[in-house]
């Protein structure tokens, strides 16, 4: 069965400093990648998806993913977080193009000023 | 374009009460899908879609059934309610899933089992 791991549950920089959240995977074939993001009280978006091609992906908000097929990793970055990035990130996986997405826990980001 | 709607916001319910969470979409998304959010739990799928007429079992189906009769709704019922149905429930919807446009999630709907 595929699965996510976020390693950090919680993490805290100041603000300018740069950002990397975790995510390891496990699934037998290349999967579909994605991280989103999710203030307080609100619903998810999407930060950025993988799914072929280049393995270094751009998304929204100054972000960015690698895909590491040896390490099943797909770790987000940001070179200088902005307090108003302090909310929560989610790392998911979909099987193929099946509908089937699973996430992992999440991973808290504190912004100190 | 009203994107992801659901339906209500918030819900008391008395355990074995039985309600339907309902989840629309206006954005002929073929994918639709139920998810539960619980703290230090991150998101578990309940039920998917891949069509009108087409459901899945995902992680948690447990107490929970789905039907999908057109492709703009996709409603949730919980059967006999339970405390440990207390929740919050995302509904979420793709144009192609993975290879698509990814997943929308609606706003959510915080469900409370006394």
């Known amino acids: 069965a595929q699965s996510v791991t976020q390693p950090d549950i919680h993490i805290t920089v100041s603000e300018g400093a740069s950002l990397e959240l975790r995510c390891n995977y496990s699934?037998?074939?290349?999967?579909?990648l994605f991280w989103y993001v999710q203030s307080p009280g609100q619903g998810l978006q999407l930060l950025l998806k993988y799914f072929s091609g280049d393995t270094l992906v751009q998304g929204i908000k100054g972000f960015e993913a690698e895909f590491k097929r040896s390490q099943s990793s797909f770790n987000l970055r940001k070179p200088s977080v902005h307090w108003s990035d302090a909310a929560e990130y989610f790392c998911?996986?979909?099987?193929?193009?099946?509908?089937?997405?699973?996430f992992g826990q999440g991973t808290t980001l504190q912004v100190k000023p | 374009n009203a994107g992801v709607t659901q339906t209500p916001k918030f819900q008391v319910l008395k355990t074995g009460q039985s309600m339907t969470l309902q989840c629309a979409q206006d954005m002929n998304h073929e994918y639709m899908s139920w998810y539960r959010q619980d703290p230090g739990m991150g998101l578990r799928l309940i039920h998917y879609?891949?069509?009108?007429?087409?459901?899945d079992q995902g992680e948690v189906p447990n107490g929970y059934n789905v039907s999908r009769s057109t492709t703009e709704d996709f409603p949730l019922r919980l059967l006999s309610a339970a405390p440990s149905q207390t929740s919050v429930y995302f509904c979420a919807s793709s144009y192609g899933g993975g290879a698509g446009n990814g997943y929308t999630f609606g706003s959510g709907t915080r469900l409370t089992v006394v």
């Open positions: 998911a996986v979909e099987k193929g193009n099946t509908g089937k997405l699973i």
């Open positions: 879609s891949v069509g009108a007429g087409i459901t």
């Open positions: 699934y037998g074939a290349t999967p579909y």
